[in-house]
């Protein structure tokens, strides 16, 4: 069973930068489509950004510009480079895959989430 392992969660302040990781284990990891969602209280969970295998990427509104999705050499971690972060930001942030798939199927694999909190 492939396991998604977040890490890099935060307390920053306003227009600071964080690095979300997510690490994938377990059997053969084969994924065409990786993301990262949040989830801030109160309101439901929402797509940040994805990746699909041959590198095209798509980011919410919200994020664009200031959010970088990317894909480690070995394939197997995901990475989320956060700038200019705001309080609005803040939310737990989950990886998600399609384990076996393509990004025309369900989310299948999840994180157990990393914290960023963002002050003003």
């Known amino acids: 069973q492939v396991q998604l392992v977040e890490s890099g969660g935060d307390s920053v302040q306003a227009g600071g930068s964080l690095r979300l990781s997510c690490v994938a284990s377990?059997?053969?990891?084969?994924?065409?489509?990786k993301a990262w969602f949040r989830q801030a209280p109160g309101k439901e969970r929402e797509e940040v950004a994805r990746i699909e295998t041959d590198g095209d990427t798509t980011y919410a509104d919200s994020v664009k510009g200031r959010f970088i999705i990317s894909l480690g050499n070995a394939k197997n971690t995901l990475y989320l480079q956060m700038n200019n972060l705001q309080p609005e930001d803040t939310a737990v942030y989950y990886c998600?895959?399609?384990?076996?798939?393509?990004?025309?199927?369900?989310?299948?694999?999840w994180g157990q989430g990393t914290q960023v909190t963002v002050s003003s």
């Open positions: 998600a895959a399609v384990v076996g798939g393509y990004c025309d199927r369900p989310f299948n694999t």
């Open positions: 377990g059997y053969t990891y084969s994924s065409y489509c």
